[in-house]
């Protein structure tokens, strides 16, 4: 009996010791809503906004400026809604996974981070009202497990505008809905829309030899807003979200120049040198920047697809296989100005 005893005496020991400890042993293997998983870097995204993020000053300062305030109030109003806009290959989904790097621990594969793409999970042949429900049900659900829930919709422009302004009400001005706070949630629309004013400012200023940092949203916003408003093919100009003022910040990616090129390629070499796949090299990366489409034609000022399809056009160049000409998959606002 005795060693019985000792034995039953240390497994209560045991459980008193480590059960109250469960919760929290739990929250360190799996993904909890707490701050040990969800918490805010803010130096961590100013260095990587510096230092990772190439020619979008504008972009860098409404970003790190907006999350600062959010995340810093206990007690915001509303959800953050951030909305970027510009051509393909800027950085819009670039710096969303810096923005999402620098909150979750997990990153993009946090189950508090959700990402929708409208030709993906809302094909223009679903039927939309099962659509709307879906959505509001996943909305729902996510921000009753978390507040700190993080909603990317990626192709904004192109998804049905009933759908869109089935998620107006999340993105107000209200305590609660049913019984649930949406307010810590943020929301970030990914879009080409206005993408004209974007690159006829950016040009402008190319044009008249001013350095493009100098350009401030007061030199976009007005320009920026009429284009997306008249977009009659966009979801969002027809959708309400934008005149019910749910947005509350515009960011705009300006297109990229030859300079900015030659730093996506660069640091792309470094990531492969950090794998062990050779070095830097930045006569490579020049070499290979060259073989980019720019325009317009006459004064090739900006990168016809951004930074996108820079691995593939490496592995060509390095495989001494350059592909000239190759199509960029979508260059329609480059197209008009041409
Ligand atoms: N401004 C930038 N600074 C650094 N890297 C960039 C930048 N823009 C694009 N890139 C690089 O190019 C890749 C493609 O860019 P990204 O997916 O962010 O483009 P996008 O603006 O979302 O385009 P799309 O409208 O076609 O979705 C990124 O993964 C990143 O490596």
């Given at each position: 009996?005795?060693?019985?005893s000792?034995?039953?005496?240390?497994?209560?020991?045991?459980?008193?010791?480590?059960?109250?400890?469960?919760?929290?042993?739990?929250?360190?293997?799996?993904?909890?809503?707490?701050?040990?998983?969800?918490?805010?870097?803010?130096?961590?995204?100013?260095?990587?906004?510096?230092?990772?993020?190439?020619?979008?000053?504008?972009a860098?300062?409404?970003?790190?400026?907006?999350?600062?305030?959010?995340?810093?109030?206990?007690?915001?109003?509303?959800?953050?809604?951030?909305?970027?806009?510009?051509?393909?290959?800027?950085?819009?989904?670039?710096?969303?996974?810096l923005?999402?790097?620098?909150?979750?621990?997990?990153?993009?594969?946090?189950?508090?981070?959700?990402?929708?793409?409208?030709?993906?999970?809302?094909?223009?042949?679903?039927?939309?009202?099962?659509?709307?429900?879906?959505?509001?049900?996943?909305?729902?659900?996510?921000?009753?497990?978390?507040?700190?829930?993080?909603?990317?919709?990626?192709e904004?422009d192109?998804?049905?505008?009933?759908?869109i302004?089935?998620?107006?009400?999340?993105?107000?001005?209200y305590?609660?809905?049913?019984?649930?706070?949406?307010?810590?949630?943020?929301?970030?629309?990914?879009?080409?829309?206005?993408?004209?004013s974007?690159?006829e400012t950016?040009?402008?200023?190319?044009?008249?030899?001013?350095?493009?940092?100098?350009?401030?949203?007061?030199?976009?916003e007005?320009?920026?807003?009429?284009?997306?408003?008249?977009?009659?093919?966009?979801?969002?100009?027809h959708?309400?979200?934008?005149?019910?003022?749910?947005?509350?910040?515009?960011?705009?990616?300006?297109?990229?120049?030859?300079?900015h090129?030659?730093?996506?390629?660069?640091?792309?070499?470094?990531?492969?040198?950090?794998?062990?796949?050779?070095?830097?090299?930045?006569?490579?990366?020049?070499?290979?920047a060259?073989?980019?489409r720019?325009?317009p034609?006459?004064?090739?000022?900006?990168?016809s697809?951004?930074c996108?399809?820079?691995?593939?056009?490496?592995?060509?160049?390095?495989s001494?296989?350059?592909?000239r000409?190759?199509?960029?998959?979508?260059?329609?606002?480059?197209?008009?100005?041409?």
């Amino acid at each position: 009996i005795e060693p019985i005893s000792i034995a039953v005496g240390m497994a209560a020991g045991f459980l008193n010791r480590y059960l109250p400890n469960y919760e929290s042993i739990l929250s360190y293997f799996y993904e909890r809503c707490q701050p040990e998983w969800i918490s805010f870097n803010q130096t961590g995204l100013k260095t990587d906004l510096e230092n990772r993020l190439f020619g979008q000053h504008l972009a860098s300062r409404i970003i790190l400026k907006s999350l600062n305030d959010f995340m810093s109030n206990d007690n915001p109003k509303k959800p953050l809604v951030l909305s970027l806009h510009g051509s393909a290959g800027t950085g819009k989904n670039f710096v969303t996974k810096l923005i999402v790097e620098n909150i979750y621990k997990e990153g993009m594969k946090s189950k508090n981070v959700h990402f929708f793409n409208s030709f993906l999970h809302f094909p223009h042949h679903s039927p939309i009202s099962a659509c709307k429900t879906q959505l509001q049900q996943w909305i729902k659900s996510s921000v009753s497990n978390c507040e700190r829930s993080m909603f990317i919709f990626d192709e904004m422009d192109k998804m049905h505008p009933g759908l869109i302004d089935s998620i107006k009400p999340y993105l107000d001005y209200y305590d609660e809905l049913d019984g649930v706070s949406y307010r810590k949630s943020i929301f970030i629309f990914l879009s080409n829309d206005g993408e004209k004013s974007i690159i006829e400012t950016a040009l402008d200023f190319w044009r008249a030899g001013r350095n493009r940092e100098e350009i401030d949203l007061t030199d976009l916003e007005e320009s920026l807003s009429f284009s997306i408003f008249n977009n009659e093919n966009s979801g969002f100009f027809h959708s309400s979200l934008i005149k019910d003022n749910l947005v509350d910040f515009f960011v705009p990616l300006f297109p990229l120049e030859y300079s900015h090129v030659v730093q996506c390629i660069m640091a792309e070499m470094k990531i492969r040198a950090s794998k062990g796949e050779g070095l830097p090299d930045l006569d490579v990366a020049n070499k290979v920047a060259k073989e980019w489409r720019y325009f317009p034609k006459t004064e090739r000022a900006f990168s016809s697809t951004g930074c996108k399809t820079i691995e593939s056009k490496l592995d060509y160049y390095t495989s001494n296989k350059i592909p000239r000409h190759r199509p960029p998959r979508r260059a329609e606002g480059s197209a008009k100005l041409q």
